[in-house]
């Protein structure tokens, strides 16, 4: 136990206080964010759409993800990742409030495309901000904080939320409003006219520990080609993992007969599990294995996860699955967004992150479209066998890409 709470300390300990605090804002914002996981439970359950239909609704925040996520990424390396990310958390608290509001499927389609442009826009800012605000050798380190920050928020919200669904659907959506607002006052007071690490090294002149990651790479991500074979095989795994916030809580409540109470504390379970582990699975990757094998490592089990629920949905299967997949996401996803910071230039991390982003937009679309089609169709556990051979396809494919980048 000791040597177990050295390495979380020793992790912990070289982090910025604005690492801390990027991590706090987003565990407010986060903690908040309860809607997302109950929104095919939502519109099946309360207005009566048929999977398809929440499919299609569902795929709009992917769509909104693209345009928020290349937006934002354009943005921010042009006024800076402060202003992004502020007006991003302001924004999108009149779009919460509104939300329950618009219940034909064309409506709420619009209202979810809104939401997740202005929400998203907020996801490559803070991504940037994350690399100028930590020092080179510790930014998977800072990105697993921030992520840590993401899952005890989500542990706490899908918790809270399958609590609050239960009495009022209305309530679950002001309660996301009220958090955007506190996260937006939080970073405001913080962040407002900090200097980040660039800025300081550009004022004295030496800056304790510095280090580059890479080279001096100014052009397009949307021009590298090894990038972008890289960002295609991110989005099959993306596709794959977002069943979590789509077709997965529909197969817990019509398969697995759980109530959104249940639900919730599936996926809270999962978000404390990830806050509690991943800074420990972290330090372990970065000290036995390469980044390239970490991402093949993490992408390839959480094709375990989708296959234990293909012959079984006992609510012991469904734990044991979704703890497969956390551990995949902890393997695999800081160091993804490591490989794209490493990747990118001086001046263009935006856009870099921008794509990185895109990976999860573009899973948002496909991933409820499809697999609503393929559940109800074809049945789950089909689904769950085609979804195992994507991540092994994804899997092959960033160990490829990976190698041929960074070695």
């Not at 800076?80 to 990310?85: D, I, S, T």
């Not at 080179?136 to 542990?155: D, E, H, K, Y």
């Not at 759980?258 to 806050?275: C, D, P, T, W």
């Not at 093949?296 to 699955?321: E, N, P, R």
Request: with cysteine; proline share 2%; hydrophobic share 50%.
């Amino acid at each position: 136990m000791k040597k177990i709470y050295k390495i979380y300390v020793d992790s912990y300990s070289g982090l910025s206080s604005a690492s801390w605090m990027l991590a706090i804002v987003m565990l407010i914002n986060r903690a908040g964010s309860m809607v997302f996981p109950f929104l095919g439970v939502y519109m099946t359950k309360k207005l009566l759409f048929t999977e398809e239909q929440t499919g299609y609704v569902l795929a709009c925040y992917g769509v909104g993800s693209i345009i928020g996520s290349t937006l934002g990424g354009w943005i921010t390396d042009k006024i800076g990742n402060y202003k992004v990310q502020y007006l991003s958390l302001l924004g999108s608290i009149p779009v919460f409030i509104l939300l329950p509001h618009f219940t034909t499927v064309t409506s709420l389609a619009l209202m979810i495309l809104l939401q997740s442009t202005v929400s998203e826009m907020f996801r490559p800012a803070n991504s940037v901000a994350i690399t100028m605000y930590a020092k080179p050798q510790n930014i998977t380190r800072a990105f697993s904080l921030n992520r840590m920050a993401v899952n005890l928020g989500f542990s706490i919200g899908p918790a809270m939320g399958g609590l609050l669904a239960a009495i009022s659907y209305s309530l679950l959506f002001n309660i996301n409003a009220a958090a955007a607002f506190i996260a937006a006052i939080v970073f405001i007071n913080f962040f407002r006219g900090r200097k980040t690490n660039k800025e300081k090294y550009n004022e004295e002149g030496i800056l304790e520990d510095r280090t580059e990651l890479v080279g001096d790479n100014n052009k397009s991500p949307y021009k590298d080609k090894m990038f972008i074979i890289y960002s295609v095989f991110c989005t099959l795994y993306s596709i794959a993992f977002l069943q979590l916030f789509s077709t997965m809580p529909l197969y817990y409540e019509k398969v697995g007969g759980l109530n959104e109470s249940q639900i919730g504390l599936v996926l809270g379970y999962s978000g404390l599990l990830i806050f509690l582990t991943e800074m420990l699975l972290v330090h372990l990757a970065e000290k036995y294995l390469t980044i390239r094998k970490t991402i093949y490592y993490g992408v390839l089990i959480s094709a375990l996860s989708f296959l234990l629920l293909a012959f079984d949905h006992s609510i012991f299967t469904i734990y044991l699955s979704i703890s497969v997949l956390c551990v995949s996401e902890m393997l695999a996803m800081p160091f993804t967004s490591t490989v794209t910071a490493m990747r990118a230039g001086a001046n263009n991390k935006g856009a870099y992150m921008g794509v990185n982003g895109l990976t999860f937009a573009v899973g948002f679309i496909v991933s409820p479209i499809l697999s609503t089609k393929i559940a109800s169709h074809l049945g789950y556990e089909t689904l769950w066998v085609s979804t195992a051979i994507l991540i092994v396809i994804a899997s092959i494919g960033l160990n490829y890409s990976v190698k041929k980048m960074i070695g």
